[in-house]
């Protein structure tokens, strides 16, 4: 497909149980965005990587939450010892552009987490 | 950092009447504001966007304002109709040249056919 992969689309985890959240962005996008939308709230920003380089991570709650992109494409979010705080659906987005080249952002139909 | 205050959180409206969303920021640096939209169980799409150095900006129903100096901006759909029902997100970068966006609180918008 040409748009924004992730997957699992849903997830249930046991309190303290490690998960692994899979993105596949759009092929060629530079950017990649990884975003927190809890219930009725606006998506709010977890980290950026512009190829495989993280430059912004300063979204991210916690050292229990970690994102990597090794080869600049397929991008994952980890969390580990989940809690309950940390359902919502975690929305990746990719983009052509650069950090100094704001530009329209292509969001994908997210995971679902929920922690019990 | 930057806060985006986003209003009304529900809007209701007939078919056929116009919309509009209203939104504020605090970073004076922002420079790019775009508007997405989100069905249930969807990602949010982007609908439209302006940048600073522009104050108004339209495609077919959707309009877009920008006040720079007041820091707000608002969402106009005209002639609405029911697969306009969504909800409804505005954002601004966090500063010049910046990449991420700080996103509003959602503007739940109904169209009663």
């Known amino acids: 497909g040409a748009g924004v992969s992730q997957s699992p689309r849903y997830k249930v985890a046991k309190r303290g149980q490690d998960v692994a959240l899979r993105c596949d962005p759009i092929s060629g996008h530079v950017s990649l965005f990884w975003y927190q939308q809890a219930l009725g709230q606006g998506p709010e920003f977890l980290t950026y990587?512009?190829?495989?380089?993280?430059?912004?991570k300063s979204g991210l709650p916690s050292d229990r939450f970690f994102a990597e992109r090794p080869e600049g494409s397929v991008s994952t979010l980890k969390i580990q010892r989940t809690q309950q705080e940390d359902s919502a659906v975690y929305l990746c987005?990719?983009?052509?552009?650069?950090?100094?080249?704001?530009?329209?952002?292509?969001f994908g139909e997210g995971s679902r987490l929920t922690v019990l | 950092g930057e806060n985006v205050e986003q209003h009304p959180s529900t809007l209701s409206v007939q078919e056929g009447d116009s919309a509009v969303i209203k939104c504020t920021y605090s970073d004076s640096a922002s420079n790019y504001f775009p508007w997405y939209k989100q069905e249930l169980g969807k990602g949010p799409q982007l609908i439209i966007d302006i940048r600073s150095n522009v104050g108004e900006k339209k495609d077919q129903r959707i309009a877009v304002t920008l006040n720079k100096t007041a820091k707000h901006f608002s969402l106009h759909i005209t002639e609405t109709q029911p697969e306009d029902s969504a909800v409804y997100f505005c954002?601004?970068?966090?500063?010049?040249?910046?990449?991420?966006?700080?996103f509003g609180t959602g503007t739940r918008l109904t169209v009663i056919p």
């Open positions: 954002a601004a970068t966090k500063g010049t040249g910046a990449n991420n966006l700080f």
């Open positions: 987005a990719s983009s052509p552009g650069t950090q100094r080249n704001t530009g329209e952002l292509f």
């Open positions: 990587f512009q190829n495989e380089a993280q430059l912004d």
